[in-house]
């Protein structure tokens, strides 16, 4: 590399206000980080929270304390989930006087058994799911602190696995179905059903809307109808999506009365609200890594001079070879269908950037041991702990931890050019470098929906990874150097795919 390919960054004594300015700002973010935690931690109160696991299925009970009986509700986390997602509307229901049950679904969380990948027959990926559900209320029904009857609240993908479930079922008082899509909605089955959707739902509205038609086609939302023994509501929570509705003040109201309602039973409590609190914690959490990455040591740090033509051809080249791979059959990892073909890809696509980048005289900087552990000691010590507890499944266990390995392969490679290619790059480079990598993954699940197709939950992880891992990547680089970021990087990334992406079982040859 010639010197003019390369720019020295020569470090400058900031000035006395900075400094001040920095202070303030690492110790506000450090208040504000330990005041969401003791507000998060402090919402059990006067709640008993026992994690067990019942029929195989890991599951967390919330109930009043010392309270001897209580109506029974069980919780299905939607596709790519978990318990903690539930978390706000399980607390409720728990204040209510309720015994909230809320599981983790096969593939996902901390459940190890494995989705069947048969997903297109109802007596597939559905029927294991709805089994799951009926033998674990059937355990719970069992225990002498809950009353029967049971009832069921989901989100998305549960919403057709509860449904199911309270259909084949006689002692059910009523379902909550969120964000819902189920054909299994009759005129007379479920008898109880309140259909929960986000304002900007718009196609989940309107199949809300078409269950409570089922009885009266005059009906609109946010009318309860009745007719005999069958009654129906549809709600809208205003400003909100298909995650956003779980957080909802409105959907918290909504399901606390209906189950109040149906059930007979329960107590008007307050709502726990801390959603907001949790989102708050993880932008604080990300933001504290601006001034804490400020404190490591300075280095002199050379940023290459890559050329149009060459970054042009490095985010382009890759795609039409990605596009080929998917289309051959797929191949998993440890027995968890599809990983090893997308470890494949991301390597294939990192190995062809990482290729035209050396023809251009463009290489990562020699790795720097200090900027690696804090990268790795913040993200997953710090940031990775704080979001599996307060937000979704994040950690890789199980067998989850031998698909992080094999997706090294190809998080690594892809992550070392990712990080060659946006240091010291605009924040355009640095746009189209990643739109390019998503639209070369998105494009590869395209032609093989109904296998790649399996991980397509890896494709926000990757935007929510670039924005998050990404900018502690790039503030931590701008003190110790790309090198010290580029495997980290790769590190983390496999672990954010194994530690959130539902896990199907390889399907059997023919």
């Known amino acids: 590399m ?106 996902h969380g901390r459940n190890t058994a494995r989705l069947s990948p048969d997903i297109t027959r109802i007596d597939g990926t559905t029927a294991q799911l709805v089994q799951v559900v009926d033998r674990v209320t059937d355990a719970l029904m069992l225990r002498s602190d809950s009353l029967g009857p049971v009832s069921f609240v989901g989100h998305s993908m549960a919403t057709d696995v509860v449904i199911r479930a309270a259909q084949a079922r006689s002692d059910v008082n009523g379902v909550v179905a969120i964000s819902m899509y189920s054909p299994a909605v009759t005129e007379r089955s479920p008898q109880a059903l309140l259909v929960l959707s986000g304002a900007t739902e718009s196609h989940l509205r309107a199949a809300g809307l078409d269950a409570v038609r089922l009885i009266d086609p005059d009906a609109l939302e946010g009318q309860t109808i009745a007719q005999g023994d069958v009654v129906r509501r549809t709600a809208v929570a205003p400003w909100v999506g298909h995650v956003g509705v779980l957080y909802s003040r409105t959907s918290l109201d909504e399901t606390t009365r209906w189950l109040r309602d149906v059930t007979g039973q329960g107590l008007q409590a307050r709502l726990d609200q801390t959603g907001w609190i949790a989102g708050i914690l993880l932008v604080c959490l990300v933001a504290l890594g601006w001034p804490l990455a400020r404190i490591l040591p300075q280095r002199r740090i050379t940023s290459p001079e890559l050329s149009r033509g060459s970054f042009v051809l490095s985010i382009t080249a890759p795609i039409p070879a990605v596009l080929l791979v998917a289309a051959l059959p797929t191949f998993g990892i440890a027995g968890q269908a599809a990983f090893g073909s997308l470890a494949a890809i991301l390597g294939l696509w990192g190995g062809v950037q990482l290729l035209i980048l050396w023809r251009a005289g463009v290489t990562v900087v020699r790795p720097d041991i200090i900027g690696l552990l804090a990268f790795l000691g913040y993200g997953l010590g710090v940031f990775a702990l704080a979001l599996d507890r307060y937000g979704a499944a994040f950690l890789p266990v199980g067998p989850r931890f031998p698909v992080m390995l094999g997706l090294l392969l190809g998080t690594v490679p892809a992550m070392m050019a990712d990080t060659i290619l946006v240091q010291g790059a605009s924040w355009r480079r640095r746009l189209l470098a990643r739109v390019a990598l998503l639209t070369g993954l998105a494009g590869a699940m395209a032609l093989s929906p109904s296998e790649l197709g ?46 959130s992406t539902p896990l199907f079982a390889v399907a059997a040859l023919p």
């Open 2 to 107: 010639t010197d003019s390919s390369v720019r020295g960054r020569l470090t400058r004594a900031p000035l006395p206000g900075l400094v001040w300015l920095r202070t303030l700002a690492l110790a506000g973010l450090i208040l504000s980080c330990l005041a969401c935690v003791w507000v998060l931690e402090t919402r059990f109160q006067g709640l008993e929270v026992e994690t067990l696991e019942i029929a195989e299925t890991p599951v967390t009970v919330y109930r009043m304390a010392q309270e001897a009986q209580r109506p029974l509700v069980v919780m299905a986390h939607g596709f790519g989930g978990s318990r903690q997602m539930m978390d706000q509307l399980a607390v409720s229901l728990a204040r209510q006087g309720m015994a909230v049950a809320s599981l983790d679904l096969p593939g």
């Open 454 to 499: 399996l991980t397509f939950t890896t494709l926000p992880v990757l935007v929510l990874f670039f924005v998050v891992y990404g900018s502690l990547a790039r503030w931590i680089a701008e003190r110790r150097g790309a090198g010290s970021v580029a495997l980290g990087k790769g590190l983390v990334l496999a672990w954010a795919f194994a530690a």
